[in-house]
């Protein structure tokens, strides 16, 4: 068992104790578990919404109508209520994170997309898992000796089988991420830019040419380890640490949360913008610059702005394309 199945068991676990029980909120083990990896919150997040989502199947159907067993999730029953409950749960995460994957095949290469607002998640053949944020596409091509992913556009989280026999490399904006057995987050960003979160394990940092060829340098690639990420701009990678709550906000994203902290009200736009259609753009840059904190339901800007209007006083007008444009009311202050 990978250590990311290993995580899913174990909130799976937590998930269906609070079912059975109607506890864990103040439970010290459960707030201990939560807080020693940001992947176990994620984890207990994303099961607990697909667990909720499938109390909202009973008033889909009309009154006095029978379920149709074949909507069903078919699997081995259990004498013990939490553990069916635990798989069910489990079985349901799957089928609704799946449910937005668009899927294709040619020359070996599969792909993998979702688009703008879609978030999805997949087993590869290997076993390692792939999450795929808003408006993301993968490519994956695996051998007898290569695991090769292709990171088109987008961002994606990998949970990476162990194999020391075939490394996994994850091609994105002229760079190749390799790993063995590791968890970590590769966002790309303009140009050839991208930004890494290394969750477990390491990671190196390779140039995509080099790959395949004989290298007489004596340099060692540079590398990324937990706890770490790198930003990769320019054609120079940069090291830095990151906190377990810094890590954690970073990949809010898997519950379809944006999470801010100081990041100028540009750069949460920015983060909005990509996950939907509706766009919003800011002309003044005094408004620009406001740093905002909070956390957001990614896909609820009318939420956000709203927000913004409460604490900041900025209103958003609609443009004829549906654009919203954000500006201080008149009269509010100025920071």
Do not use: C
């Amino acid at each position: 068992m990978s250590y990311a199945e290993e995580i899913e068991n174990q909130a799976a676990s937590w998930l269906a104790h609070r079912d059975a029980t109607g506890e864990t909120a103040e439970m010290p083990e459960f707030t201990a578990w939560l807080a020693a990896d940001p992947r176990h919150r994620a984890a207990y997040l994303r099961l607990a919404a697909a667990w909720e989502r499938t109390a909202q199947l009973k008033r889909l159907r009309l009154e006095g109508q029978p379920v149709d067993p074949d909507l069903l999730i078919r699997g081995r029953t259990s004498s013990r209520g939490g553990r069916t409950r635990l798989a069910i749960a489990a079985s349901l995460a799957g089928v609704i994170l799946a449910g937005t994957w668009w899927l294709g095949a040619a020359k070996g290469t599969e792909t993998y997309r979702t688009e703008i607002g879609g978030l999805s998640r997949v087993v590869l053949r290997d076993g390692s898992t792939a999450t795929l944020n808003t408006d993301t596409e993968l490519r994956v091509h695996f051998t007898k000796t290569r695991r090769e992913v292709e990171l088109q556009h987008g961002e994606a989280q990998f949970a990476v089988a162990h194999d020391a026999a075939r490394p996994f490399d994850v091609k994105a904006g002229g760079r190749v991420v390799r790993a063995v057995g590791t968890a970590f987050d590769v966002k790309l960003g303009h140009g050839e830019s991208m930004e890494v979160v290394v969750t477990e394990g390491r990671v190196e940092f390779l140039e995509a040419s080099a790959i395949g060829q004989q290298t007489d340098t004596v340099q060692p690639p540079p590398t990324v380890s937990a706890g770490e990420a790198a930003v990769v701009a320019h054609g120079k990678v940069t090291v830095r640490p990151v906190s377990s709550s810094e890590a954690s906000r970073h990949l809010a994203w898997q519950v379809g949360e944006l999470s801010f902290q100081g990041e100028t009200l540009s750069e949460a736009v920015a983060e909005f913008n990509r996950y939907n259609r509706r766009k919003v753009i800011i002309t003044d840059p005094a408004t620009a610059g406001l740093q905002i904190g909070g956390n957001f339901q990614a896909l609820d800007l009318d939420s956000f702005v709203a927000a913004l209007s409460r604490s900041f006083g900025i209103r958003a007008i609609r443009a004829d394309d549906g654009t919203l444009i954000l500006e201080r009311a008149s009269g509010a202050a100025h920071d």
